[in-house]
């Protein structure tokens, strides 16, 4: 065993629960979005992560040999998963788009797995394997989603001149937040350029401490991240397309009217919002 289950662990994970949020308060860390200070989120996903990891634990030991059960457990990860990135992104009524990506990213990747028979239907090699891949698909499409709607406010104009020079608007925002969004590639990279020489994964330490060989455990930590790599890049593209398409977009539902798809005044609502400026001079 790696680590003892004991009263000291608990005390040093509350210590560094603690020496995360106070590091943040001071920091003051905050969304930029809305300005939401992370301490609290901090503390939030601390002490749900510990009664998260408390019920898993014993649902896991009741559905591990039950294959309804099993898929049942699966699609409430992925469902999690979906409103966690939709939530991230959007907060509004096109979140759920996030789970185009997430399962265009996973499914590829897990049915040969499944259809060989190389990751057997139980749950002690379903739930592991399906939990990282949803967990980094559901990475790449928060930070792809955010860069490159982010991209897209901050340089709506240039958006709007690509598409006076003819370009469909598709295409327009395309090119402008393909760059920023290829950037939730870059943890996934790095993790697996360093692979054993900076780090080594959970999936290795986790294999040697079950008792297999360097090799084996070698081999399963290549898999997991060259796995992990195709199913980030197609979420990735996926989500950028959703984006540039106008599907998945931050936009305020209540002032649909007035907006574009960024989220950014659209240009019926600057003209509209001139039209008052010129009126209230007017009078």
């Known amino acids: 065993m790696l680590l003892p289950v004991n009263a000291t662990l608990g005390i040093i994970m509350a210590a560094l629960l603690a020496m995360a949020t106070g590091t943040a308060a001071l920091a003051r860390f905050a969304d930029a979005r809305d300005r939401r200070r992370y301490w609290k989120d901090i503390v939030t996903a601390g002490v749900r992560a510990a009664a998260q990891l408390a019920v898993v634990s014993l649902v896991v030991g009741a559905v591990m040999h ?27 009524g096109t979140g759920w788009w996030s789970a185009l990506p997430i399962a265009a990213g996973v499914l590829p990747t897990l049915a040969p797995l499944l259809l060989t028979g190389l990751l057997p239907l139980k ?33 709506r104009g240039e958006v709007e001149a ?21 950037d939730a590639l870059i943890p996934g990279l790095d993790q697996t350029r360093t692979v054993g020489l900076v780090t080594l994964p959970g999936a290795y330490v986790g294999m040697l401490l079950g008792g297999s060989s360097p090799v084996q455990a070698g081999a399963v930590q290549l898999f997991v991240l060259i796995a992990l790599m195709a199913v980030q890049t197609i979420a990735v593209a996926v989500t950028l397309e959703l984006v540039a398409r106008g599907l998945l977009h931050a936009r305020v539902p209540d002032r649909k009217a007035s907006r574009g798809h960024d989220g950014g005044p659209g240009p019926s609502g600057r003209i509209l919002g001139a039209r008052k400026r010129i009126k209230s001079g007017a009078a």
């Open 66 to 92: 039950q294959v309804p059960l099993l898929l049942a457990f699966v699609l409430v990860m992925f469902t999690v998963a979906t409103f966690t990135a939709g939530r991230r992104i959007a907060r509004n």
């Open 123 to 155: 749950g002690i090699a379903l739930i592991p394997v399906t939990g990282i891949l949803i967990g980094g698909a559901l990475t790449a499409t928060v930070i792809a989603g955010r860069r490159a709607l982010e991209e897209l406010e901050a340089r």
């Open 162 to 182: 690509a598409m006076a020079l003819g370009f469909l608007e598709r295409d327009a925002r395309l090119e402008i937040a393909r760059p920023a969004a290829s």
